[in-house]
């Protein structure tokens, strides 16, 4: 190939390549946190904020909250921020961006499940997937000090990121072709469930990969953090900090799980002391733990082994309102 | 079909680089341009389909 005709083609590849991360870019302007965020911006009047990942958005409904708190004649503002495969790094992000707006909450509800607020996922900042790649483009420097702590290499390029769709919004349209991939997979097959809140439709079997692999392996596991006294992800510490000095109340939420994930990994003994531990490092810190593990009990009110359904979140809603509305205002409203 | 194969065949050598000419029955060697468009076509296929290494994809919640 000549060397004109190399160049030629270098640059019309380019320019297409440009307008392909462009129209990414465009595709992906209602990803998820994007959503989640424009809804922190919405308002300057939220009064209670509910943060974590899928099972906070599934499980914590701010209608039942509203008609609760209605109901109470207590005045209240719910704004729900969960979001799906997220680590406490977006959840601080998220976090900060609602105090950006200038909403002063007067309570805040982390909802979490398992050693949840005790792990590390193995992201690392140049690959940061899914919803997780809000780190790049929401507040990347918030996000690069959760994600790449102490490396101005992975500060740079975070920052850098942010400017190319293609890269940070990659798992827009690699969603659209697992998607169809499913399709022609199943096709004369008997459909799997799917859970209709993930729009790829991951099925039930997917989310059990989020568990421990054994009862065992999960006693062990919430042991070795309790003999450690393992700290908090930074994140987590962060949201406490900066909550407690606006004067807003910090409650920590064990999600409901379905009987089955309470007799397999609840009912142990280990988990019972991990939460009395948790307790005891919460108080210290001013914030208080919910252990509303077994508030659904019916498992049809679960929409697989994790995430509670409209019913099941409603349920749990109203109780967690009450329960609250018992510890910070001495009123409680009926159950409607 | 023998020719079709064939043709195909000399097609696909030039457009992967193993043959530096175009095929006889193209005429020409294709300008840049067309180069430009193919290679942005594969980084574009290779950008939308890497996603399967991906352990697990599962994105709105």
Redesign the interface.
Known sequence: ?ER??????????V???LG?DRAVGWMGRNA?PRVIVRQAHSSTAFTDAFLG??IV??GVSEAAWSRTAAVGKIPSRPVNLG???STPAEHAVLWDELLKTGNHPRRIFYGFFDLQLQEYTNSVWWAL???MAMGYFVDPELSAKYHAPGSRLGHAFMQAASHVP?FTE??????K??EL?RKLAAIGLKSAPSNP????G?TKD?FS?FMADSSDAFARHCENVVRENAPFHPAIDDIIESATRIGCKVYFVEIPMTPEHRRLFYARPAWTAYKAWLRGRLEVRHAALIEAGDWVTDPTEFHDSLHLDATGAARFTERLFRETARLDIGSVPSPP | MNIFFLRLKELLDYLNGCS?DAPVWLGR?L??????????VL??VI???C??S?K??????
């Open positions: 190939m004109r005709t190399f160049i030629q083609a270098a640059v019309v590849a320019i297409l390549l392909l998820v990942n899928s958005r599934a979001l799906g495969w997937g899914g919803n293609l990659r798992i827009t349209f690699w969603g072709v697992e991939r809140e993930a729009k790829d991951a997917e990969a | 530096a060697n300008p840049g341009w067309v180069w430009g468009v193919w290679w942005a980084l574009g950008a939308l389909f996603g399967q991906s697990f994809i599962y994105i709105d919640f």
